[in-house]
């Protein structure tokens, strides 16, 4: 029997008609939701169960539709390089970036070649959100009205941004325009705003209390990119987790066996080239070895919004056999490698999903897709692991791979992969944890870790950070955890960039003449933030003096010559003068008082959460309600990251950045979990569920995961397959 009344099957067939349907694709939608069942739980957490796995990605995207369509589409309009034809010029070298390397033609040649298996998942996927816009005809889409099963190829890794995105836009645009007046104004993004990454803690069963291993999966991500979801099927799938908005895999989560989460890496992956080219009889080419090469030529087409209909614009991009040519710089132009593994990429992303121990999760990473991650593992066999980067291509350790080679020389074309083997690894070290905060991996098990001999350079560019500090100092010596103690240290509070840095001040401020004025007046600040024990709070207003300078000091110092490898607070405490180190302080305490009127500020009156915007560029209101936050950018090195600024028309600083979806997990005979979501699963401000998790979150206050059926059922508040009301 049908699930749909008759004249909604009417309705559907009309619709289906103006969108290019074939009846043929309702009686698909209508099989796959008959053997799909959705359950919200009081969270509005959709547990997604099907009868196979084709039926649980057609439901969990259903799902991730039903919370936030918009984030969805945008995730896939982006991916395919078409923004601007929602946001117009402005964005049309964002589209070239990704259209470099995303050719439809290309895209769908890869979907026809791809495993059956796979095949079926992407044209689920595709279903999924096709039936939910006819299931939802109010919904508006912005661009895309029809997806096509190879369209989830475009973004199947994950990670924010990706490897495309580390491409400069300003150059690019520059090259590619050769001077021609443009009206096209981009705003690089500014990376030092709020560091983006992840930390991720595995302890072994000898340091808890119950004799399981415990995981800590805490992305640092901007708040609701990711959702939470449970994807469940007969075929033996039994995920949860967080999903990136579109994706039909959960990207960072567990399942009954194992569990994973995946950190920023430095691990190089990516490499510049730079080409000696000539024209020569009206073509390109560039110096290899002692020949000249034609540069590929591709006409590439950009749609963009001009007033109520869309123009055109046709670059002629170049591509040597590194990659396409993205900038020049010192007459050179300069091309990009970096990886383009679509269908493995998905097929790594989706397999270690299913994976029951860490043999078969190990076979998954040896698809080597992964490319910008570290990936923090633990599981029920008790086993603990670490894998630093993924994707790693061999190269002749006599270039500087930090910077920009010499693309006419054969010798820096990359050789091959490295294996897993030759990566850097950690399993089950002696001293019984793993941490990674996106620092350097030669402290991610403490004096277990590897050794920086023993490895290229380029296989670890990363460097100490003060969350990695306090990772260390925090797991050292802990025993009997538990997933409540392993919150405790997940939110330890302490700051550990300003253990140089306060001391550096204290001591410009004893260096002052007694004859200065600001000896006085400086005093009773400058005490306050002196006697601070560096740890972050709702109720500190060392924290507040603290953030205040520490910020002025890294803006007015931002033009020293640091060396890349320098940690910056050591730099900062050592290499600014004393004059440099007052004079911030006294611009910090300034700031507050315009602000606020004094300088005497609880760091929770002005670090605080709010969500009343749905939007995915948020706004902030200092007139309406909102929580005060404890937490503190994870540059400073709080554990628990929380990103915060003053926005437009706003004195008060707003979070938009750092814990998203946190969770700790204990895998015993039954797994357990906590987790928790910044706000609430939902992007509709209407939704009960948009906003319900905001004052846990606010506090660090977890709620408890609902995995196995049962649990799922005793806290259900809504049962229904895709496309009921």
């Not at 097929?347 to 991650?373: A, G, I, P, V, W």
Request: charged content about 25%.
């Amino acid at each position: 029997m049908s699930v749909f009344p008759r004249f909604l099957i009417f309705s559907f067939l009309l619709f289906l008609s103006f969108a290019g349907f074939a009846q043929t694709d309702l009686a698909r939608w209508q099989q796959r939701a008959a053997q799909t069942e959705i359950i919200r739980d009081q969270w509005g957490i959709p547990h997604v169960y099907g009868k196979t796995d084709a039926d649980a990605v057609f439901g969990m995207v259903y799902a991730q539709c039903e919370d936030d369509f918009t984030r969805v589409e945008t995730n896939f309009i982006n991916a395919m390089g078409r923004m601007a034809e929602v946001k117009g010029v402005s964005h049309v070298y964002h589209d070239l970036r990704m259209k470099l390397f995303i050719d439809e033609d290309i895209v769908k040649e890869e979907f026809e070649n791809s495993p059956k298996w796979l095949q079926e998942l992407m044209v689920a996927w595709a279903d999924g959100i096709n039936f939910y816009l006819y299931t939802n005809p109010k919904v508006k889409p912005l661009l895309i009205t029809k997806f096509e099963p190879w369209m989830a190829l475009t973004f199947s890794e994950g990670s924010i941004g990706g490897d495309i995105e580390t491409i400069a836009l300003n150059p690019l645009r520059s090259f590619y325009e050769k001077g021609e007046p443009s009206a096209i104004a981009l705003e690089e993004r500014d990376f030092e705003i709020e560091p983006k990454g992840s930390n991720g803690f595995a302890i072994s069963p000898q340091l808890t209390k119950n004799g399981n291993a415990l995981l800590l999966i805490n992305p640092h991500t901007s708040f609701y990119f990711r959702p939470e979801m449970h994807m469940v099927s007969e075929e033996g799938l039994n995920a949860y987790g967080a999903v990136t908005w579109g994706q039909f895999f959960i990207y960072q989560g567990f399942n009954e066996y194992n569990g994973w989460i995946h950190t920023s890496s430095k691990a190089d992956a990516i490499d510049h080239y730079a080409l000696t080219v000539e024209e020569m009889e009206g073509k390109y080419h560039y110096r290899f070895g002692g020949d000249w090469r034609p540069l590929k030529e591709k006409t590439i087409t950009l749609k963009y919004k001009d007033g109520d209909g869309f123009s055109e614009k046709k670059i002629v991009a170049y591509y040597s056999h590194h990659g396409p040519v993205i900038r020049e710089e010192n007459g050179k132009w300069i091309a990009i490698s970096l990886m383009v593994e679509r269908v493995k990429a998905l097929t790594q992303s989706y397999t270690r999903t299913k994976t029951k121990n860490h043999e078969e999760f190990r076979s998954t990473m040896d698809l080597k897709t992964n490319s910008s991650n570290n990936t923090v593992y633990a599981d029920r066999d008790g086993n603990i692991a670490y894998y630093h980067g993924n994707f790693i291509p061999k190269r002749n350790p006599n270039f500087d791979w930090r910077n920009t080679v010499d693309g006419s020389n054969p010798d820096t074309d990359w050789q091959g992969l490295h294996s897993l083997d030759e990566m850097i690894f950690i399993f089950n070290p002696r001293n019984g944890w793993i941490q990674n905060c996106n620092s350097t991996p030669f402290t991610a098990a403490g004096r277990f870790s590897p050794k920086k001999e023993n490895y290229p350079a380029y296989m670890a560019w990363d460097l100490e950070n003060a969350r990695g500090l306090n990772g260390v100092r925090v797991l050292e010596d802990q025993k009997n955890l538990t997933l409540e103690s392993l919150i405790t240290i997940a939110y330890e509070p302490t700051l550990m960039a300003f253990k140089p840095l306060v001391p550096s001040l204290v001591k410009a401020f004893e260096n002052l003449p007694d004859t200065d004025l600001r000896k006085i007046l400086l005093l009773q600040p400058l005490g306050v933030l002196a006697s601070w024990d560096l740890k972050t709070g709702v109720e500190s207003v060392g924290t507040t003096l603290g953030v205040f300078w520490a910020n002025q000091l890294m803006a007015d110092a931002r033009d020293l010559e640091r060396p890349w490898d320098a940690y910056i607070f050591d730099f900062l405490a050592k290499e600014t003068s004393d004059e440099m180190k007052i004079a911030a302080f006294e611009k910090a305490l300034e700031k507050l008082k315009s602000d606020f009127g004094t300088w005497e500020m609880p760091w929770g009156e002005v670090n605080r959460f709010q969500r009343i915007s749905g939007e995915i560029e948020p706004h902030f209101d200092d007139t309406q309600a909102s929580f005060p936050v404890g937490m503190n950018s994870s540059m400073w090195g709080s554990l628990a990251a929380y990103g915060s600024r003053p926005h437009p028309n706003t004195k008060k600083w707003y979070g938009n950045v750092g814990n998203s979806f946190v969770a700790v997990v204990e895998f015993g005979e039954k797994v357990k979990a906590k987790s928790l979501l910044a706000g609430g699963q939902s992007g509709d401000p209407s939704s009960p569920h948009f906003a319900d998790q905001a004052e846990m979150y606010a506090h660090g206050k977890f709620k408890d995961v609902s995995f196995y059926r049962e649990d799922v059922v005793k806290n259900t508040k809504k049962t229904y397959r895709p496309g009921e009301k």
